[in-house]
Nanobody, 119 residues
Framework: QVQLVESGGGLVQAGGSLRLSCAAS????????MGWFRQAPGKDRESVAR????????YYSDSVKGRFTISRDNAKNTAYLQMNSLKAEDTAVYYC????????????WGQGTQVTVSS
């Protein structure tokens, strides 16, 4: 079991940056792959980025590739999403999630943090 709490969202102008954090409880954070997702009003939830339990093989959706960077610090039980060159279309609630490396399903989710990009 792991509990996740996101922070770092807010209002930013287009072209600006934000860094989201996802703090995890428990001593098994380093056994979970981590992902970041987002959901804009009226749209389906979208996978944004993911990273393996060891910090390898980062994946990015085409919509954020080259602008966002996912990372993790297993010593601090925290995952991050650095978001640069933000666009109005990045406006959404951002969620972090955890899954076992053996599973395709993210079983643990945070409550979400709002990111609003003004144009």
């Amino acid at each position: 079991q792991v509990q996740l709490v996101e922070s770092g969202g807010g209002l930013v102008q287009a072209g600006g940056s934000l860094r989201l954090s996802c703090a995890a409880s428990g001593r098994t954070f380093n056994t979970y792959d981590m992902g970041w997702f987002r959901q804009a009003p009226g749209k389906d939830r979208e996978s944004v980025a993911r990273i393996t339990f060891s910090g390898g093989r980062p994946y990015y959706s085409d919509s954020v590739k080259g602008r966002f960077t996912i990372s993790r610090d297993n010593a601090k039980n925290t995952a991050y999403l650095q978001m640069n060159s933000l666009k109005a279309e990045d406006t959404a609630v951002y969620y972090c999630a955890a899954r076992s490396p053996a599973s395709a399903v993210y079983n643990f989710w945070g409550q979400g943090t709002q990111v609003t990009v003004s144009s």
